[in-house]
């Protein structure tokens, strides 16, 4: 038994020996590489606590070598370094803004290292090779062990028989981990540590599939990941393709490469999560240099609305009246773009060079043009790119400023290898980008700035047709927690028709929100959303301008962005800054509350105007009623105010 014992001790002596740390520039967060039983385990530790237990992390090439600790050069040794960046962030939650880390990079051998980043927000992960021909992953290792009952936040495929086929649009299932569906979860997701909560996300995604986790046994979070397509086929309608056969490995490489960051985000206060910059940081830099061609801004859209017009004089539908008509409102409210959305080419077809003659599309552009307003063209993502660079061309020299990509669907390697040939094609030719159908941002953003918005979001569509169930007030304040962590979200509010939780009911033709209007006006400033839509028909806003006005006034971009107050899954509260004014926004879930505002972010010694939409008195039973009033503010000033049930409000402070 001592013999034992002693060999006990001697084994617990060698891996605290072997075991390598690295520590935030705070200090509060520590990352421990071990290696244990043929893999490295990460295990992370926060002010004392353990959120992250020991977890395997490994790649596992395709001739069955798993590159792990049992790789690891013998002599070498790992160094730390520090850094510290200043990152400039067009059309991101602020300007620029300042990241700290500590770097540890481990040598494993076959050519390969890990490299660990300590940030204080969270720690990221990577494998970097260096080596040369090609170069097979067959599976990648991430078990997260998390430990039983702790709570997460998952949003799960909606697509059992195949789970890496779908549109990435689905609510949270918040439950303890042990209780979680055996699905596939898309990222990000969130796990409550006790003393902090880690959200899993990724960034510099490149020549290789998405990440996606599954509950697995003893409360473990484990990744999965779509396999490498190797033949394609179409659906008829939209002639959109999609994964016929797959291969045994999940990506395939030449050359020297990096491996995605894999990225626990730690959050010791829910409202330091949707301001979490980690995604963006550790994406590769801008590769297109100048931004100033691209611009921002809200946009009229038709499809949600179904091209609903009232009182005209012309029949309303795919048609160049209609678009006319959408025009002359986006002019009169200095809206710089309208979206012509699916039906301006025929989707079966397979080729978006042949506008539908009832839309005359060169005469629509001039008239645009002539009113100072940009015209964004729908397309599917496979049809875009299998005649990319004659389409970008034609269309750029027509005048068009932008595309709006639909049904990617999928995620594997070669799903995200076609988003970067768009982002690139579509950047040289001066052309912005709005993602549907697609997986959540991976920092690509960064690179290919003009990519001003990301779907991937349960958003204002599923409205149309959703179930009650599925409760978006509660989901809208959820997201932000989660979601909004990757990037911005294109989730298209702006609906004029509002439902209380009573009378609420889902519509395809003239569809619904869930919640009051002030609700919906807050999404505006609540979510990071540079290119937005006014979902609703125009006719509905102008039946009222001052509301429209108010929502069409607000910026899509800020210099500063604050979480003031915020639960996940109950209420959030967000500031933003843009040319020394601030604006606040809050929603609520379907519970009424007061919330007490307080504004020490305003300059000292200056008084702001402050404009209030607030939901009405009677929103609880009306919830398109609201109410607008002006009041003075200044850094000392406390405000109350009381949201209605699945309400919002907003604030316009000037100075």
Not at 313 to 342: R, V
Not at 642 to 647: I, N
Request: with cysteine; aromatic share 12%.
């Amino acid at each position: 038994m001592k013999k034992l014992l002693s060999l006990f001790s001697l084994l617990i002596m060698v891996l605290a020996a072997s075991a390598q740390q690295v520590s935030s520039p705070d200090g509060m967060l520590t990352a421990v590489i071990t290696p244990s039983q043929g893999v490295n385990k990460l295990h992370i530790i926060y002010n004392g606590h353990t959120l992250l237990h020991p977890s395997p992390i490994s790649l596992t090439l395709g001739d069955g070598t798993v590159i792990g600790s049992s790789n690891r050069q013998t002599g070498s040794k790992a160094k730390v370094t520090s850094h510290r960046e200043t990152i400039v962030s067009p059309f991101y939650r602020q300007k620029s803004f300042t990241e700290q880390y500590n770097e540890l990079v481990v040598p494993l051998g076959k050519g390969f290292s890990l490299q660990i980043r300590a940030y204080n927000e969270g720690i990221a992960y990577r494998f970097v090779s260096r080596r040369k021909g090609e170069t097979i992953i067959k599976a990648e290792t991430a078990d997260y062990n998390f430990r039983p009952h702790r709570a997460s936040w998952l949003a799960y495929t909606t697509s059992p028989q195949r789970p890496f086929a779908m549109a990435f649009q689905n609510v949270y299932d918040q439950t303890p981990l042990d209780s979680a569906k055996n699905l596939p979860a898309f990222l990000p997701a969130t796990v409550d540590c006790g003393t902090a909560k880690i959200t899993l996300l990724e960034s510099d995604l490149v020549s290789y599939p998405n990440m996606w986790v599954k509950a697995a046994e003893d409360s473990l979070l484990r990744a999965v990941f779509a396999p490498y397509p190797t033949r394609m086929t179409y659906y008829p309608y939209r002639h959109m393709s999609h994964v016929a056969e797959t291969a045994g490995y999940i990506a395939k490489s030449k050359g020297p490469r990096t491996y995605p960051w894999r990225i626990l985000a730690v959050s010791a206060h829910d409202t330091d999560m949707p301001v979490n910059n980690l995604v963006y940081a550790l994406a590769r830099p801008n590769k297109i240099g100048d931004t100033s061609w691209i611009k921002p801004g809200k946009v009229a859209w038709d499809w949600w609305n179904d091209w609903n017009l009232k009182g005209v004089d012309f029949k309303t539908g795919i048609n160049y009246d209609t678009y006319k008509y959408y025009i002359d409102f986006a002019a009169s409210h200095h809206l710089p773009y309208i979206i012509l959305d699916e039906g301006w080419y025929d989707s079966k077809a397979g080729t978006i060079l042949k506008p539908i003659d009832a839309i005359r599309l060169p005469e629509l552009i001039a008239y645009a043009k002539s009113k100072n307003v940009g015209i964004v063209l729908w397309a599917v993502f496979n049809v875009m790119d299998e005649n990319l660079e004659t389409i970008c061309q034609h269309y750029a020299d027509m005048g068009i400023k932008g595309f709006k990509v639909d049904f990617m669907d999928r995620d594997d390697q070669t799903a995200v290898e076609m988003v970067e040939r768009l982002a690139a094609c579509t950047a040289k030719h001066h052309l912005i980008l709005d993602l549907h159908g697609i997986y959540k941002p991976v920092g690509l953003n960064r690179t290919y700035p003009n990519i001003l918005n990301y779907e991937s979001v349960f958003g204002m569509e599923e409205s149309r047709w959703t179930d009650a169930k599925n409760d978006m007030p509660r989901y809208d304040v959820t997201f932000p927690f989660i979601r909004m962590m990757a990037g911005q979200v294109d989730f298209t509010p702006g609906a004029m028709r509002n439902g209380t939780r009573q009378d609420w009911h889902a519509c395809y033709t003239k569809p619904i929100s869930m919640g009051t209007r002030c609700h919906q006006a807050a999404c505006y400033i609540v979510q990071d959303s540079p290119f937005t839509m006014l979902a609703d028909s125009p006719t509905n806003y102008e039946a009222d301008e001052t509301y429209t006005r108010f929502i069409a006034s607000l910026p899509t971009v800020f210099d500063k962005t604050l979480v003031l107050q915020g639960k996940i899954g109950e209420y959030i509260v967000t500031a933003r800054e843009k040319d020394g004014n601030w604006y606040v926004g809050g929603q609520t879930n379907w519970d009424r509350r007061e919330v007490t505002l307080s504004f020490p972010f305003l300059q000292e010694g200056v008084t702001y105007q402050a404009q209030i939409l607030q939901d009405g008195i009677n929103a609880n039973h009306d919830a398109e009623d609201y109410s607008i009033s002006t009041t003075d503010i200044h850094k000392g000033s406390s405000l109350r105010q009381t949201l209605a049930e699945g309400g919002g409000f907003v604030i316009k402070l000037t100075r």
